[in-house]
């Protein structure tokens, strides 16, 4: 799936993907700890960036927890939706595969379900891209969906094709990047999930 393609089908569904997951955080528990520990743990680190942050409902979580967040998206129709519903917070277009950042200048990112739709091949490059912008002892929590064995899985995801993860396969890759593993968290679907989830909190050394 190319981003191009990416981008045109969530361009397609801004208005009705910001209703539908608005409040979907409020009925999950573990998530909302996992980014209170992920808040405490970069607070005093520097930028935050929400990476594939859509119309913005987890950069403005993020910004309750006291953290300095702004959010980068694909989709320009994604990106309007999060200036309407964010207007305190800074949002931008740009890509995964090439950040506008500066070399080591975030405290920490977030990538909250935003790289399931890279094909295999390409995350080494994507995961570079984290480590090149995460400053020394900055943090990345990144959440996906997870699967059994040793490789990734496609499906039919509701907008566009993407890949699920085992989560020590997803891991092995970042520890490629030059990412250290600090906690994992697996769980179980919730009603408005089709798989499991899996979660990876890092640290750049």
Do not use: N
């Not at 981008?7 to 979907?24: E, G, Q, T």
């Not at 080591?104 to 984290?130: D, N």
């Not at 919730?190 to 899996?198: D, I, K, L, V, W």
Request: hydrophobic share 45%; proline share 7%.
């Amino acid at each position: 799936m190319t981003e191009a393609a990416t981008r045109s089908a969530y361009d397609s569904v801004a208005v009705l993907y910001a209703d539908m997951f608005r409040d979907v955080l409020d009925d999950m528990p573990l998530d909302r700890a996992l980014l209170a520990a992920f808040a405490e743990m970069t607070r005093d680190s520097g930028p935050i960036a929400d990476l594939g942050c859509g119309p913005g409902r987890l950069t403005g979580h993020l910004a309750s927890l006291g953290l300095p967040v702004f959010g980068v998206d694909l989709s320009p129709e994604m990106i309007a939706q999060a200036r309407r519903e964010h207007p305190d917070l800074s949002f931008a277009e740009g890509t995964i595969t090439a950040l506008d950042l500066a070399d080591e200048s975030l405290g920490g990112i977030v990538a909250w379900f935003s790289t399931i739709h890279t094909p295999p091949a390409e995350l080494p490059r994507v995961f570079s891209e984290f480590h090149r912008v995460l400053a020394p002892g900055g943090h990345l929590l990144i959440a996906f969906q997870a699967c059994d064995g040793d490789t990734p899985q496609p499906f039919d995801h509701r907008v566009t094709l993407a890949y699920r993860w085992p989560l020590d396969a997803l891991s092995a890759l970042l520890r490629t990047a030059g990412l250290i593993e600090v906690a994992r968290l697996h769980r179980e679907a919730s009603e408005h999930e089709r798989f499991p989830a899996g979660h990876l909190l890092l640290r750049k050394p």
